[in-house]
């Protein structure tokens, strides 16, 4: 997919923000939309479903992590990727970002030549298959009482299905593809996040406590000092 094929959302409640990015990624031939605060984002992207959404943190109505959190909600969203873009401290921005469903964190201020680089690692992987090229070539997969839909991606347990945010499906998808297998945190952010994309040391974690809070504890195990692996 080129790069005037894929729609972008940024969502801002500065003006000059939203100009400035959208004029550098335009350039580019992305398609950008834009929206000023959370309850618009949701609007526009409800409409345009585009292939990454890049939210601010503060703004008025409704700031981006709740955002976030309603957007992760809506099914026909659940391949879209989603970047915070925030000057506020990463200790609490990243870790409550990625809590909320966010792939990725830019800080701003930032470059044209980083923003248009950031932007297509972000998206480079949404041409791929989105499933680690380890898991067996169907449409689901079940393992004990947990069915894994990777075209919705959907989980059911028992008589529960819910729709998991994008990095979390693809976290879970890696690790059940090997059961038993140890996969390290190196394996992990390439399989899952690619090569190209930068993330926080805390951001396995953080998905890997959300996984655990949907699916249970016992079924992922921590290997202190290597990594995570999956147990029926």
């Known amino acids: 997919m080129s790069e005037n094929q894929f729609k972008v959302l940024l969502v ?6 939203l100009e400035f990015l959208s004029y550098n990624l335009e350039k580019e031939g992305y398609e950008v939309f834009t929206a000023r605060n959370g309850v618009e984002a949701i609007k526009v992207a409800e409409k345009q479903v585009p292939h990454l959404i890049i939210l601010d943190v503060m703004m008025p109505e409704m700031d981006g992590i709740a955002a976030c959190e309603e957007l992760r909600k809506i099914p026909a969203l659940s391949s879209t990727v989603i970047a915070f873009l925030t000057a506020r401290g990463e200790d609490y921005s990243q870790i409550a970002g990625f809590e909320a469903g966010a792939d990725d964190y830019i800080t701003k201020p930032v470059r044209p030549k980083v923003l248009v680089s950031r932007v297509k690692a972000l998206l480079k992987r949404t041409g791929e298959a989105t499933q680690p090229v380890e898991v067996v070539d169907t449409n689901t997969v079940t393992i004990g009482n ?3 839909d990777k075209e919705r991606y959907l989980i059911r347990i028992g008589d529960n299905e819910m729709i998991l945010p994008r990095k979390e499906f693809e976290l879970l998808s890696l690790l059940v593809s090997k059961p038993g297998k140890v996969f390290t945190r190196e394996e992990i952010y390439y399989s899952v996040w690619g090569e190209n ?3 926080g040391d805390r951001t396995i974690d953080v998905h ?3 996984l655990r809070e949907k699916i249970g ?3 992922i195990k921590t290997l202190k000092g290597i990594g995570y692996k999956f147990v029926e």
């Open 12 to 17: 801002d409640d500065e003006l000059d923000i």
């Open 146 to 148: 947990l069915l894994i």
């Open 197 to 199: 994309v930068v993330v």
């Open 208 to 210: 890997i406590r959300k």
């Open 217 to 219: 504890n016992e079924h």
